[in-house]
């Protein structure tokens, strides 16, 4: 099992709400990563990090933010969320070249 | 960039058979290869990988082949059981392996019958 943690699993939210998803790994690992998943199962990278203060954006354009303050912490936050943000959001990380990816669980987000 | 292209998008096999998971991809670059199994409700783990210096791995019922001249490489589970049931990701990297490099395919819905 990999040591990679996603709060919370489950998230329904109003229209106009703040909210911020959290991932966390003990693995030490230098990169990670967030993934959009649609109801398809398709993985669309929307932002990642190669460590602290380091965040880029993925290919698919997002209007979610994140921050890299600590190297075992890469939270994502969405200022307003509205019905289109509605989706599965994995998170990721791996040590670096040659060595695997691990996902988190994921957060299921629900914006009513 | 990397493009991989992954077939078929559904798969239903009965429980015992083989099932064979195929992918393609671009960039001749690429040199790492792994299997993501998902579960309902869960995030992909890691299952099987291989790199481009061998041709097949095996790990008790599932094995992954690679064609690097026809830049194609596919995943075999034998006698299949319920619990085989997922979606299946196929991927392409020419970075060692992080997540960065990695092209992931569409994605199977492999479904077990009983």
């Known amino acids: 099992e990999a040591d990679i943690y996603q709060t919370p699993r489950y998230l329904v939210i109003g229209t106009g709400k703040k909210i911020t998803l959290e991932c966390s790994q003990t693995?030490?690992?230098?990169?990670m990563y967030w993934y959009q998943q649609d109801p398809g199962m398709e993985l669309h990278l929307i932002h990642y990090?190669?460590?602290?203060?380091?965040?880029e954006k993925g290919d698919l354009s997002s209007e979610s933010t994140v921050s890299r303050i600590r190297t075992e912490h890469f939270p994502l936050t969405l200022e307003s969320a509205r019905p289109s943000h509605t989706s599965q959001y994995l998170c990721?990380?791996?040590?670096?070249?040659?060595?695997?990816?691990?996902f988190g669980q994921g957060t299921r987000l629900t914006v009513v | 960039g990397e493009n991989v292209e992954q077939h078929p998008s559904t798969l239903s096999v009965q429980e015992g058979d083989s099932a064979v998971i195929k992918c393609t991809y671009s960039d001749s670059a690429s040199n790492y290869f792994p299997w993501y199994k998902q579960e309902l409700g869960k995030g992909p783990q890691l299952i099987i990988d291989i790199r481009s210096n061998v041709g097949e791995k095996k790990d008790q019922r599932i094995a992954v082949t690679l064609n690097k001249t026809a830049k194609h490489f596919s995943l075999h589970i034998t006698e299949t059981q319920p619990e085989d049931s997922a979606v299946y990701f196929c991927a392409a990297s020419d970075s060692g392996g992080g997540a960065d490099g990695l092209t992931f395919g569409k994605g199977t819905h492999l479904i077990i019958q009983p």
């Open positions: 693995m030490g690992h230098d990169k």
């Open positions: 990090s190669y460590g602290v203060n380091s965040t």
């Open positions: 990721a990380s791996t040590g670096g070249a040659g060595v695997k990816a691990f």
